[in-house]
């Protein structure tokens, strides 16, 4: 794929430097999960939520419900081939608001691309600072557009897979936390755990004072690969990510404000044969959903 015209002079100058379905309203969140039956078809989440739903509770979400919450979603029958790998963490002091199967490696599919991402700023600013401004129309191809042409091209400017070990090693992201064989997540053969994930999440809020990272995502009911999902939901606008999609695969991972926790950082990946991805979209989303309405409880 040629990168489009706009972009041709900031790839150029990286590369020589570096030389080596949707949510249509709020009520529509409730029809993600499947009903107790051998089908994976059916759906009727107000059934399956009471009476943790959020679409009832406007103001009091405590924390420590969010675990049945999620799980009633997540257990339900019609995903018990399902494999999901969740975190919810607060971003200010890495405070686990909720964790399940945090640590098992999935295919994240086009969440690869964070991990490109990240590489790419923490190269581009260590040896040629000056370009970033330039860099910004790049990796806003690669994360909100999700790319794959652009971001694969991205990895192979900042000299491949061991140079994007070595400075997501920089970052503090452990790299037995994730396989990637790609920049784009296109092959199956790409592996990362949520946690993972978070972390790289969590090292750019940190470390990225130019903003490229944050900015360079998706949008909730905006822009990019989310404009339209969150549409007419606390979560629109509020929510910055980055999504993956790939056949019996789903992603989202980012950054989501909560009015008590402040921004949230997040990775929701799940991976099952077989299972319609309208579902594990709208599952996915509905999780974000719950996590938006929590809030501090004494």
């Not at 009520?27 to 989440?45: C, W």
């Not at 452990?174 to 993972?196: E, F, I, K």
């Amino acid at each position: 794929m040629q990168a489009p015209a706009r972009l041709c002079g900031a790839i150029a100058a990286v590369t020589t430097l570096i030389a080596a379905i949707s949510l249509e309203s709020w009520n529509q969140a409730k029809a993600a999960i499947p009903q107790p039956s051998r089908t994976v078809s059916s759906f009727n989440l107000a059934t399956q939520l009471d009476p943790f739903d959020v679409a009832q509770v406007d103001s009091r979400f405590c924390q420590y419900h969010l675990e049945s919450a999620i799980a009633s979603v997540i257990e339900s029958p019609g995903f018990d081939t399902a494999h999901w790998g969740v975190l919810i963490e607060s971003a200010s002091d890495s405070t686990v608001l909720y964790q399940y199967n945090a640590e098992h490696s999935l295919i994240p599919a086009s969440n690869i691309k964070l991990l490109t991402s990240a590489a790419a700023i923490q190269i581009v600013s260590d040896r040629a600072p000056e370009t970033l401004p330039s860099f910004s129309g790049w990796l806003t191809e690669v994360n909100r557009h999700s790319d794959n042409g652009q971001a694969d091209a991205l990895l192979r400017s900042i000299g491949g897979q061991s140079a994007a070990r070595n400075a997501l090693s920089a970052l503090g992201v452990q790299s037995d936390g994730y396989t990637q064989v790609d920049g784009s997540g296109l092959s199956r053969n790409n592996r990362a755990r949520p946690s993972t994930l978070v972390d790289i999440l969590q090292a750019m809020d940190t470390y990225d004072e130019s903003g490229l990272f944050y900015n360079s995502l998706a949008i909730a009911g905006v822009n990019g690969t989310l404009r339209n999902r969150f549409r007419d939901t606390p979560v629109q606008g509020k929510l910055y990510g980055k999504t993956g999609t790939l056949r019996g695969v789903r992603a989202l991972s980012g950054y989501l404000a909560n009015t008590d926790y402040g921004t949230l950082t997040f990775s929701i990946v799940v991976n099952q044969n077989g299972q319609s991805g309208r579902v594990l979209t709208q599952t996915i989303d509905y999780i974000a959903l719950l996590a938006a309405q929590v809030e501090r409880c004494n």
